[in-house]
């Protein structure tokens, strides 16, 4: 039973409040109140003895928003907004995810900023708001969408800074491509290392072995051709 509502009370009252046996003396209260952690600063109401438990007890505040968010496939950054009343750090493992301002107290913001997503599956990771010195913390989960497909060609080229060395690598060394518009290099629109079709291969000559084409790293221009071996 608490300690009643009324402007005294008496010991076996405490006794109870603190959950000590019926004999124990008065000094054994107030040792048992320090252990119990009722702080004898509390200047609030003082009708009930629990009144005073873990009063003035600095508390660790954290919350964050938000707390997921989607992104696109292209690289962009979100703000996060942080409310605490203690200092926090920011934490993440994700190779395509980085931190603006890592670090704060009390309340703050912090940017996540994220690159391109060049592959045809999504991607996901947790970032952390730790409370310094430990403990308490939160979480933002990002999931980020995949990239945007088109349809492409797998096909052998040769590579090379002149059309005579890209005719050459085109019989001797050639290596998997992916074209845009169409399978053959003299109709195609684009040249790329992967499937989707988002990264584009870099500047230089092409060939299939019998023609030849230029390509200035966003589109085929220039030179184009039959090879002459």
Do not use: H
Not at 44 to 61: E, H, I, M, Q, W
Not at 77 to 95: A, D, G, I, K
Not at 179 to 191: K, R
Request: aromatic content about 12%; overall charge neutral; hydrophobic content about 30%.
């Amino acid at each position: 039973m608490a300690v009643p509502n009324t402007n005294t009370f008496s010991l076996n009252d405490v006794r109870v409040e603190l959950g000590l046996g019926t004999t124990a003396s008065l000094s054994a209260c107030f040792a048992a109140a320090v252990e119990s952690q009722f702080d004898d600063t509390y200047k609030g109401a003082k009708d009930r003895l629990s009144n005073f438990r873990n009063y003035g007890a600095f508390v660790p505040t954290l919350t964050v928003s938000p707390t997921s968010r989607r992104v696109s496939s292209s690289s962009g950054s979100f703000t996060v907004t942080v409310t605490s009343n203690t200092q926090w750090t920011v934490s993440e493992s994700l190779s395509w995810v980085s931190i603006s301002g890592a670090s704060g107290i009390n309340n703050d913001t912090f940017t996540v900023n994220y690159t391109t997503n060049s592959i045809t599956q999504s991607r996901s990771g947790t970032i952390t708001v730790t409370i310094v010195g430990g403990g308490q913390s939160a979480t933002i989960s990002i999931t980020q969408s995949a990239a945007t497909g088109q349809t492409t060609y797998q096909v052998q080229l040769g590579y090379g800074t002149s059309q005579s060395s890209a005719c050459g690598f085109a019989i001797t060394n050639p290596d998997y491509y992916y074209l845009t518009g169409s399978s053959n290099l003299l109709n195609a629109t684009g040249v790329y290392f992967n499937a989707p079709g988002t990264t584009k291969a870099p500047s230089g000559y092409y060939s299939d072995g019998g023609s030849f084409r230029y390509w200035n790293g966003n589109a085929f221009s220039g030179p184009a051709g039959l090879c002459i071996i």
